[in-house]
Every structure is written in C-alpha cells, then in structure tokens.
C-alpha cells in the first residue's frame, strides 16, 4: 500500500546525506516500528514522508514515495496539502505544543473536517463528537469545548489521535507518540492505536527508541543507524534474534526485567534516613488577587538507606518523587520531618553546619546541559565544589582530573567546554562533579531519562561500578521501571505524594501489594518479551 | 458570596480599585518633584507683566495659598483631590477639568489613530517579512522600519510639514480645524481628519518599527512550534495557517508591548502636538510647565495616570483573550 524506495534526503551539517536508500514498505493494517537513536533520522524520514521538509535546507534529493500507487514526490503543495490529513496523518510525541493553544480541541479536529470535507456544520460536529468517543474520551461533548491545557497530556495524546483518524487515513505515521507519557498512559494509548486501527485497517508507521513499546506493538520492524537501515523484518524474528551487530546492541542495552537477588539484610551502617517528611506547596494570593489551592507534594515520607545500597524512588509525573529528591537535599525546605545523614540533621542544620553536610550528599540532574554552566571548563565545573569548601585550587584540579578517568573521560576533556560533548559524556561529567566532593550519598533524579538506549546502559553500568567501589549509597529517582530493576536494591513506589509500597526490588516486582503498584508493573512496555541475550561484537 | 457577578466584571473593578493608591502615590510624587523645580506660578504671570513690587507679589502668593509650606500645600491639593476636584487654573482662568475636557478628545484621537494605524500596519508587514524571511521584500520592510526607527519624531514632523504643506500644499500645517470655516457633519470629519494626517504619521511611524520588528520576530518563532507543523499535517496551508494558527499566536508579545507603550505614546505626543499647534492635552502639559501652572499640570498627570490604568486593565482583556490559558482572576 506504503513503500519509499532509494530515498535519500540531503541537508548541511555532519553528514551530508540524512537518509539513504530509504526503502520502507507498509502493508495495509500493518504496523512498522522503524526505531532508532536520537540522530539516526527516524523523524526526518517521517516528515520526508509527509513531505514536510524545511525546504530548501533539508530536501529529498531523490528516490520516490508511493501511497496506493501514487507518487508523492511528483505532487505540486497543493496536491500534497489535499493529501495530508486525509490519506495519510500524523501523531506527534509531545501532546502539549502539538496541539494550538488558542483553539478548543472541537474547532481542531473539525478543521481536518473542514479542509478535506463538504460536510455542513452540523455534520462535522457529529463527526467530531463521533471520534472523541471513539477515541475514549470521557464526556465527548464538554472535551470539544475545552481548550488544550484543560485537558490532562494522556487526554491530549487522545485528541491527536482523534484528529489523525477523524478521517480514515491509509496511513498513519506516529513520531514516538506515547514518550512524553507516564506508563500507564502509555499502555493505554498503545492499546487504542492498535484496537483503531485494527478496526480501520490503517496502516501505522510507528517510530520509536523504545524496543518495550516495538514488542509491544511492532508486526514488522525496520533499525535505521546514521540514514540507513541496517536491518528489516518480521517483529518476532528481530526480536528473537536480531541479524545486524547495531540491532543487538540496541537490545543488549534494554534493561531486563529481572531485578538482582534479594541481598540478606544489610548490616553495614545507615547513611540516610529520612523520618516524617512533609512538603505542601502553599496557596498564593489573597487580598485582592486571585487565591491558588495548596499542593501536598510529599506527605509524611520515611526512609533508610545504609551504605552501598541504592534505592529507587519510582511513581509516575506528579506522585511526588522529584520533591523528595530536593527535600532530601535541602534544594527545597520541606515542612517538617529530618533527614539524617550518619545521625546528623540536615533540615534542622544552620547555614554553616548545611555547608559542611552539603559535602556528603551529592545530586546528579536530570537533563546533563542544563545542569552543567555553559562558560565553564569541565575541570572548573568539577574543581568548583571542593573550591568552595577550602580545598587549594591546584589540589582541586588535579583531583578532578583523576574523576574525568574514574568516569571513563579522555583527560583532554578537563579543558573543554559542556556543549562539546555528547548527552551521555555529559552526564558523566555531572558524575564527577558528584564525586568531586566525596560525598557518603548520590541522589540522582532521573540521570538517564535524557539518553539513548545504548548510552543509558552505559551510564547505568558506570554508577553501580562506582557505587560498588567507593561505597557510595544511591538515592535513585526514576519513572523507568526496567532501569529501577536493574540498580536498585530496593524501591518505593510513589503515588500522589505517598509511598504506596516499599521494599526490596525483587520482592516488590515479583509480588506487589499494592494494586496501583501492580498496575505500573503490568504497564512496562513489552513486559512479555524477555530480550534475548546477544553476543556484542 | 453567591452573587451572580460575571468574572470580568469583578475582575475589571478589582483592577480599578488596585489601581487607587498608585495613582495617589503618583500625585504625591509629581506634587513633590514639581515644587522641587525652582519658581512658581506667582513668578511665571509676574515675569509676564514685566515685573511688580514685592507687596503685590507676596499678596498673590497669599491669594493662591502659594506662601504656606509644602506639605501643607500638598495637603490642601489632595483633600480637593480626593473630592474629584481639580482645582483652578489661573493662567487659563478656568477649572482646571474644563481646560482638561476641552482638549482630552483631540488627545485620544491622535493617540487612538496612531497606535491604529502603528499597530495594523506594523503587524502586517511584519507578517510579511517574516513570511518571505531573508528574502528581498524582507529587506525592503525591514531596512524601511530601521529609517522610521532612527527618525525622531520632531524631526519627522518638520520633514512632513516642509513636503506636503509647504511645497506640496496638500495638507494643513497645523491646528485640528481649519479657522473660521464653521463646518458641520461629514465635511467637519473630514476637515479634522485631514488635520490630522501628518501628526498620525509622524506620531506612528516609530511605533510602526517597532511592532514591525517583534511581529517578524515573533512569526517566525511560531512558524517553528510543534502545532503549526500539526496543522501542516492535517492540510492546513497558505492564509489558513497563516491567520488562524500562526499570526494570532504571535500577537501576544505584541499586544503586551502595545499596552507598555501607551504611556510612550501619551509623552510622545507633547512633541508632535506642540508642533502642530494641535489643542491637545500634550500642548497643554508644555505650556503648563512653561506657566508653572500647577494644578493644570496636576489635572494632566492625574488623567494620564487613569489613562494608562485603563489601557492597562484592557490590555490584560484582549490578552486573555487572545489566550485562553490565561485566566482571569
């Protein structure tokens, strides 16, 4: 029904063919996963396909792009606008800025109606009313009239889809369409593209960096490295038993699900104990302005932590977790409670003393170039803590030279600036600089959220290695159920402010309590499927 | 409260009520900043007459209230203030509400007509270039906004009164009616209209740059947003895109900056109105302080104040009307 052949598309910059001998084909009622890792141009292909190319910086330079034996390529953009939301649509990853903030969600799909339809007025909102139910969205009628930010991101995700299918495409492209969701969603969300399009017999290229969500949902799936793909198949034969070095790679790098062993009790000695945490963030306004509700983000939170160990702290956007990760740490006053690190208070700690207990607990952020100052040389970004603490400087930066090895860094690094470096060297950066103060504990608030696969891996080794060498205890927030599985000894799981379950990782995946627990672990992508062990060349 | 109130309303008189002890607070600050400048009314009418004896002089002082203290001045204003009375003016010999009343209209229309045509033509042009970004026409709009911007206006008026009044005659050079023609109806529009041609132009035209320069900005920024390329994806194109999803979503920065302005525009107008001779409230500010005409002065900053409160609480309307993310509360 779908196929590109020899596509190639050209652009400036690193290299200078995007994508080469594209060949790609989608059957009716066929779902092709084409995977990828950031850069590999797996969203070039999608918009090449669309044909929405920033021209004339990035264009296709030859090849052809047939939908039911028509060819794309050879359309004038008027044509090709006709085309466009009617035989073929698109799902976009972030619900949020894909959708107009100025528009209700009604006016948006009933625009899909008005562009490719002769129906009257009364008959697209029927048509749209129609959609949004199909589409599962509660109280259909009062959505239309909402506007984007009334609605939540799962919600959002839904009213795209609904305007993709509003019209009964050929083919639908979907450009990593559950990322930006929490599991649950996204086990929902799958699950309602694949039951619609089952009924519509719509043929989905689906594009993703996530193997859970291809085993998930993939009848055929196609690996593109660097423009080209390297490997094309059936799902549960890649899946199986992937043929191209690259596709084993990326499947070797998926965390498994299986959690280390239950360690017998630890004696070593308690680093970390939090007791009675409360964070509630005030209502604003009063007089004479408008007045906000309070938020309870952590209530009454306790946990241990002892030395060597790691543990997870886990729940979906909103549970809480990043509020116990800045509370622990100070970055944030909590309300009451203290957090004790060997038997010291730091909540109650006076400025000075705050200073000295900074030293023992350490955090790791996020998003590695937002974390890291941009006009700063990596050897002063990482000599700049133990500066701060009395440490000489030339003592501080031949330290910091030895921590750019420990994290697996060239030393040529020190003198180079953030912004050249690559994500995952980034992140190890902000290890180092972690380390640099020789801290008792690491908190760590989603550092591999922000990476592909393959480096994720990498990073994830590179801090149970360094864990296990310097005894180092690991406060690990994550919304990634497989990376928590992988690291930590123990876990809470979090839900709206709450610890809902806790208890060695092992234990708490193989029988949970809780049910919100048990319905997180039944959303893990591709759950069923156990990757299989590759031989790395 | 289950009084049936609609939000805007409340939201509307809540702003207003804000907005009392700032314009209070400007009065005492401009009370105090004016007296702090040498030389008072009393001076001012008697460097007029050629000078007096001092007898004459103190008693005029008196007459006014001008010999007490400052803050027993201030006091006096403000107790007449708080009663919504302006006071006297005595170089017009006049309420000082009537002299404000008589020339606010001239005022608003210059200010209402420039920040119109500055703002629809700024956007649309701006639209434009940013439409056909880095290409000729873009160059043409923006280096023609960079000349307006770097124009001062006096300079622009006496360009503009030199071209079409002097060699050309097409336009009055100055005034807001033309003297002894007692005309009525459409023909007096006209006739105020045709007045007002080269003080708009000369008024609007930096303002004009200016939205020009963020519009262009601002579409282009919009053009690379994640919905804009939804709406491409659903066929949407050409006008369509342009109006419905880009333009009104790169007018916010510029409506906010349209509020800012407003006050810009109230000072930029003494200048133009001075030029004209237009009998407008900017005119009036400049002679004011020529005559060290206090409770004139006064009456101006009040009314300029309350204008500005009022441009400013609308400004927040038509943004939260705009974007419906803003709620109004």
């Known amino acids: 029904m779908f196929a590109t052949s020899r596509l190639r598309c050209r652009r400036g910059g690193d290299r200078p063919h995007a994508l080469w001998d594209f060949n ?9 996963c084409l995977v990828g890792e950031s850069g590999s141009g797996k969203s070039l292909a999608a918009n090449a396909v669309m044909r929405l190319l920033p021209e004339p910086h990035v264009r296709v330079s030859q090849g052809a792009i047939n939908l039911d034996g028509q060819d794309l390529l050879s359309l004038s953009e008027t044509e090709m606008r006709s085309i466009r939301g009617d035989r073929m649509a698109m799902i976009f990853q972030e619900p949020m800025t894909a959708l107009n903030p100025q528009k209700t969600v009604g006016w948006q799909i009933d625009e899909v109606l008005r562009l490719h339809t002769n129906l009257n007025k009364a008959g697209r909102k029927a048509r749209a009313l129609e959609i949004l139910g199909d589409v599962h969205i509660p109280a259909p009628a009062s959505t239309y009239n909402a506007y984007p930010h009334q609605i939540s991101g799962g919600q959002r995700q839904r009213v795209m889809i609904a305007m993709a299918l509003v019209l009964k495409p050929r083919l639908i492209i979907a450009d990593e369409p559950t990322t930006a969701l929490d599991v649950t969603t996204q086990k929902q969300i799958l699950k309602l593209i694949k039951d619609l399009q089952q009924a519509q017999g719509t043929g989905i290229l689906f594009i993703t960096h996530d193997f859970g969500v291809v085993a998930e949902i993939a009848d055929r799936i196609a690996v593109l490295r660097l423009g080209e793909l390297v490997e094309q198949g059936p799902a549960a034969q890649i899946l199986r038993s992937p043929q191209h070095s690259y ?76 509020t116990v990760s800045r509370i622990v740490t100070r970055l944030l006053e909590s309300d009451s409670g203290e957090v004790r690190i060997d038997g010291r208070d730091l909540i109650s700690a006076s400025k000075t003393e705050l200073r000295a207990l900074r030293k023992d607990i350490q955090m790791v952020f996020q998003d590695p170039m937002a974390s890291l100052n941009p006009r700063r040389r990596v050897v002063e970004l990482i000599a700049q803590g133990p500066i701060v603490q009395g440490v ?68 994830l080794k590179l801090l149970a290695d360094l864990r296990d060498r310097l005894h180092l205890s690991l406060l690990f927030v994550t919304h990634d159920l497989r990376v928590a599985a992988q690291l930590c000894d123990k876990v809470i799981v979090m839900s709206k402010g709450e610890i809902v379950e806790a208890g060695p990782t092992a234990r708490v ?15 893990i992508p591709g759950r069923d499927w156990e990757p299989p062990v590759c031989n790395v060349a | 409260m289950s009084l049936l109130v609609p939000p805007l309303l409340t939201y509307t008189v809540r702003r207003m009520v804000q907005a009392i002890p700032i314009i209070i607070l400007i009065m005492i600050g401009s009370f105090l900043l004016i007296k702090l400048a040498p030389g008072d009314t009393v001076d001012a009418l008697v460097g007029d007459m050629g000078g007096a004896d001092p007898a004459f002089v103190a008693r005029l002082r008196a007459e006014y209230g001008l010999d007490q203290s400052v803050f027993v001045q201030l006091w006096r204003y403000m107790l007449k203030l708080v009663q919504l009375d302006f006071g006297w003016s005595y170089v017009y010999e006049q309420p ?52 307006f911007y770097a124009m001062p206006s006096f300079f622009l008026s006496l360009l503009l009164i030199l071209i079409f009044s002097v060699k050309l005659g097409w336009l009055p050079v100055g005034g807001i009616r033309t003297i002894g023609a007692f005309k009525t109806g459409w023909a007096d529009v006209a006739d105020v209209a045709r007045h007002l041609v080269m003080p708009t132009a000369a008024l609007s035209l930096i303002y004009l740059a200016f939205y020009m320069r963020l519009m262009r900005t601002s579409v282009l920024e919009v053009m690379d947003l994640d919905f804009v390329r939804t709406a491409r994806a659903k066929g949407a194109g050409g006008a369509r895109l342009m109006f ?49 005409d206090l409770n004139t002065l006064m009456g101006i900053i009040a009314l300029s104040s309350i204008i500005v409160v009022i441009v400013n609480v609308l400004t927040d309307l038509i943004y939260a009307w705009l974007d419906p993310r803003i709620e109004l509360k």
């Open chain 1, 24 to 32: 790609l084909t989608v059957g009716e009622g066929e779902i092709v």
């Open chain 1, 247 to 322: 596709t084993r790679k990326l499947i070797a790098a998926v965390p498994a699900l299986t959690p280390p062993p239950e360690k017998p009790a630890s004696s070593e000695p308690l680093v970390l104990e939090a007791r009675g945490l409360r964070k509630t963030f005030a209502a604003r306004g009063g007089f004479l302005s408008g007045k906000r509700n309070p938020v309870i983000a952590v209530k009454d939170l306790s946990f241990q932590l002892r030395r060597g160990e790691t543990l997870g702290v886990v729940g979906e956007s909103g549970s809480g977790k990043t």
């Open chain 1, 392 to 459: 000489a400087k030339d003592v501080a930066h031949a330290r910091a030279r030895e921590l750019l090895s420990l994290v697996e860094l060239p030393p040529a690094a020190a003198e180079r600036y953030p912004h050249e470096f690559s994500g995952g060297q980034r992140q190890r950066i902000g290890i180092a600089r972690a380390l640099a103060m020789e801290p008792r504990v690491i908190v760590a608030d989603e550092p591999v959220s922000a990476l592909d696969v393959s480096v994720q891996a990498q990073v």
């Open chain 1, 509 to 523: 995946f193989a029988n949970p309590e809780h049910p919100y627990t048990r319905s997180l672990l039944d959303s």
């Open chain 2, 96 to 147: 000082v509400i009537e002299v404000l009343m008589s020339r606010l209209g001239n005022t608003l229309l210059l200010m209402v007509s420039s920040l119109v045509v500055a703002f629809t033509f700024g956007v649309a042009l701006g639209a434009i270039a940013a439409r056909r970004a880095y290409s000729w026409t873009d160059n043409m709009i923006s280096t023609l906004g960079l000349v």
């Open chain 2, 244 to 292: 419905h999803h880009v333009m009104r979503n790169a007018l916010l920065p510029v409506v906010t900056l349209l509020g800012l302005q407003f006050s810009t525009v109230l000072g930029g107008s003494v200048v133009v109105e001075t030029i004209f001779s237009l009998p407008g409230i900017g005119q009036l500010a400049y002679t004011s302080v020529v005559k060290r």
